[in-house]
T-cell receptor
Framework: EPEVTQTPSHQVTQMGQEVILRCVPI?????FYWYRQILGQKVEFLVS????????KSEIFDDQFSVERPDGSNFTLKIRSTKLEDSAMYFC????????????FGPGTRLTVL | AQKVTQAQTEISVVEKEDVTLDCVYE???????LFWYKQPPSGELVFLIR??????QNEISGRYSWNFQKSTSSFNFTITASQVVDSAVYFC????????????FGTGTSLTVIP
């Protein structure tokens, strides 16, 4: 069964460093998303991406964040200068036809900022 | 204001008991979708069900059932004859027409099934 994959599973970085989280969505899906979950809290929407551009973003997704689909398979989230409060689990998701359809989530990348 | 409220933070039941997880949502849209996801201890999010705002029929899938009531803006989830493998955090989520690409998640209910 097709699934969303994410790498790495755990990333440890120093405050102020740049990190890139990688995702491979399900191959025939057209809509891609990033969410984050601070430990013990709810899952929060960051950004959605369709047709090679951002379609929606939340207040959390400030200038420190960017997304890219560098090729036909990968979808990346970059945090330019990490802060302690960026420590969280980051989930990538994809859906086949976008709005209202179930989103399939990857296993997540746990980001720890020291 | 919270769009999705899951008032039960933690629930513990003994195996084989039935348990209902509550979800109350808030939206001004007439067209919207509701979802339930399961997050087991391994951390991934597993899709369970999607329900649109025009379909109030209750749904049953094995030991799982969902009760959607627009009059009370609730979309409750019942597990019948709970099993230890049901232990997880369960999230309810809402997707609206006007912000259709994002999900609004509740804070989750942590279910522990005791053998």
């Amino acid at each position: 069964e097709p699934e969303v994959t994410q790498t790495p599973s755990h990333q440890v970085t120093q405050m102020g460093q740049e990190v890139i989280l990688r995702c491979v969505p399900i191959s025939n899906h057209l809509y891609f998303y990033w969410y984050r979950q601070i430990l013990g809290q709810k899952v929060e929407f960051l950004v959605s991406f369709y047709n090679n551009e951002i379609s929606e973003k939340s207040e959390i997704f400030d200038d420190q964040f960017s997304v890219e689909r560098p090729d036909g398979s990968n979808f990346t989230l970059k945090i330019r200068s990490t802060k302690l409060e960026d420590s969280a689990m980051y989930f990538c998701a994809s859906s086949e036809t976008g709005a209202y359809n179930e989103q399939f989530f990857g296993p997540g990348t746990r980001l720890t900022v020291l | 204001a919270q769009k999705v409220t899951q008032a039960q933070t933690e629930i513990s039941v003994v195996e084989k008991e039935d348990v209902t997880l509550d979800c109350v949502y808030e939206t001004r849209d007439t067209t919207y979708y509701l979802f339930w996801y399961k997050q087991p201890p391994s951390g991934e999010l597993v899709f369970l069900i999607r329900r649109n705002s025009f379909d109030e029929q209750n749904e049953i899938s094995g030991r799982y059932s969902w009760n959607f009531q627009k009059s009370t803006s609730s979309f409750n989830f019942t597990i019948t004859a709970s099993q230890v493998v049901d232990s997880a955090v369960y999230f309810c989520a809402l997707s609206e027409v006007n912000t259709g690409n994002q999900f609004y998640f509740g804070t989750g209910t942590s279910l522990t099934v005791i053998p």
